[in-house]
């Protein structure tokens, strides 16, 4: 117990992370957003913190996981409507061939999505979508895709929720997918995850009871732009924290600079293979179309005064399941 | 001192409600579902309560507020656009003539409100709409609008956020414009605003900085089935305790009566001509085009053992700002 207490001084509230510009780009911001006396003191009811979710509170490569999910949701969909079988893109999902998969258009994984996310009720799909994720693995790690959440940014969520800030996820993703298990990983409950999000249809069973139909219709596409437009309608106030990974991120990061007083704008930049993956194409690492971290963004964090994380530099430890780190330390 | 303590018993929770059924029934419903014990215990972060706003936390005759600020915003917003000068509906409204006001027709209005409530910076919006609410009386209690809220409900608020409830203003009124005094007024923040939205539109200021426009594209009808597609898209989970006034709730109310468990469904009838207004047609009050509460609503809510409050009977107070009703109590 006494060792315990000890331990818990304020550079052991992120000891997932190494001492250096990033770290202290949070500690220097709490401090000065907590503190009655500071000229940018914030009043807890105006605490309020954004987080992408894809490459920045869990893994994104090499696929999005809701991707994963819908392509791993086809043969059930299938089965009841065998109808598909034979028709694109069902047909190359049922295949099993990688390389046809990942050659699909947009437009067929929109088909995918469209048939994976819609047309059940709210509930059944909250169901399928549990069911997946207590059984599905990550091949690379062999783990539940849950697991692969970042340490760091774990401990970055828990010193915020301490300090009286509310967090949200903010995120490309569907916003009713983060919400099956968002408060269990992350503490972040239903209402404060913000996603690109599709009309309902209310209607009632034959028994009276209502119910609610997932349908097509996008309301919002919670990317770029629409992540400040998400944040205006679900949250109605400017966040004071912002972290991203990409240039899907952009406008929120600015949209959170741009108010007034002390705002915290983050990037995390994954340059670190070993642990993880080194994908950008910023600071010359290889392109991808999953979670693009471009040069030119680069160059505005800079500009603007954005911290960026480096994976393999600022972490100490990437995931909670390799324990060493923490527990390795005296 | 003492005395205000001996008086904080259970049922001074609710000193304006005066004892019977109504007021029984919040009891009960809070008793059974706070404990850890009951049955129907919930979990802290599963309390979630929902109020429908005009007629039910505030008054809403004889024309909704928004609309008020918005035929009172045509002037403001000509001045800008003189070309809409003589032009219907403006024309009109600029006439002051009330009788021609009140038989502008549904699309009239809707001009009207697009006018005053778009195009312009969500800020611009904000800083116009609390300059009005600060200087603007209601022509019958000679008061600002914000003042006419009705004081058994703010107990009710007050008690719910006492025990851990999250409420949440549901409102078929602008999400925007409630926004704006809702958590000074009722204590509910921003982002536990769901109303009718709609879109913004993100963009950059000659200086660089980032501004968000509101536009006229409709993404959320926040009335009657767009209630419950509201709650799912802004809260995610099912409420306890629903409030309403009119058949624009009667599927919120459904929605969350259909949740297993106890939950609890209100309707206020408005049914006191003296100290506010009498309207229904529900109980033979006369018939109305804001706020109906029709004899279908009232049979289902019978049979569905929902609760009607009647503001004569049931509210011993009906506004803040008449206090007899508790001081002068011993």
């Known amino acids: 117990m006494s060792t315990r207490a000890q331990t818990a001084t304020t550079n052991d509230l992120l000891p997932s992370w190494s001492d250096g510009p990033a770290k202290q780009a949070i500690l220097d911001f709490m401090r000065t957003t907590i503190d009655r006396l500071s000229p940018s003191y914030v009043l807890p009811e105006d605490r309020i913190a954004v987080f992408d979710q894809d490459g920045t509170l869990w893994v994104e490569h090499p696929m999005y996981t809701q991707v994963v999910y819908c392509l791993e949701r086809v043969p059930g969909v299938v089965a009841n409507k065998p109808e598909l079988r034979n028709v694109e893109p069902f047909k190359t999902v049922l295949s099993g061939n990688r390389e046809a998969i990942a050659r699909l258009s947009m437009r067929d994984l929109e088909k995918i999505l469209v048939a994976t996310l819609t047309g059940m009720s709210v509930e059944e799909f909250n169901a399928e979508a549990k069911k997946w994720l207590e059984t599905a693995r990550d091949p690379r790690w062999n783990r539940p895709y849950t697991e692969l959440v970042y340490q760091p940014m774990l401990e970055v969520?828990?010193?915020?929720?301490?300090?009286?800030?509310?967090?949200?996820?903010?995120?490309?993703?569907?916003?009713?997918?983060?919400?099956?298990?968002?408060?269990?990983?992350?503490?972040?409950?239903?209402?404060q995850v913000v996603g690109t999000a599709g009309g309902t249809k209310f209607g009632y069973a034959k028994d009276g009871k209502p119910f609610l139909t997932k349908d097509a219709k996008l309301l919002l596409n919670d990317n770029n732009a629409g992540k400040v437009e998400g944040i205006h309608l679900m949250i109605g106030r400017r966040p004071y924290a912002a972290f991203g990974n990409s240039t899907g991120d952009r406008q929120m990061l600015e949209w959170t600079g741009a108010g007034a007083g002390t705002r915290l704008k983050m990037l995390l930049l994954h340059d670190d293979a070993v642990r993880e993956y080194a994908y950008g194409p910023a600071q010359g690492l290889p392109d991808t179309k999953v979670g693009t971290f471009t040069p030119a963004l680069y160059d505005e964090a800079r500009k603007k005064g954005w911290t960026v994380i480096s994976m393999k530099n600022d972490w100490r430890q990437v995931f909670p399941f390799e324990n060493q780190a923490t527990e390795a330390r005296p």
Chains 1, 2 share one sequence.
């Open 157 to 191: 969520l828990r010193y915020l929720h301490e300090n009286a800030y509310k967090t949200y996820i903010v995120t490309g993703g569907g916003q009713d997918f983060v919400r099956v298990y968002a408060e269990k990983v992350y503490g972040i409950p239903p209402e």
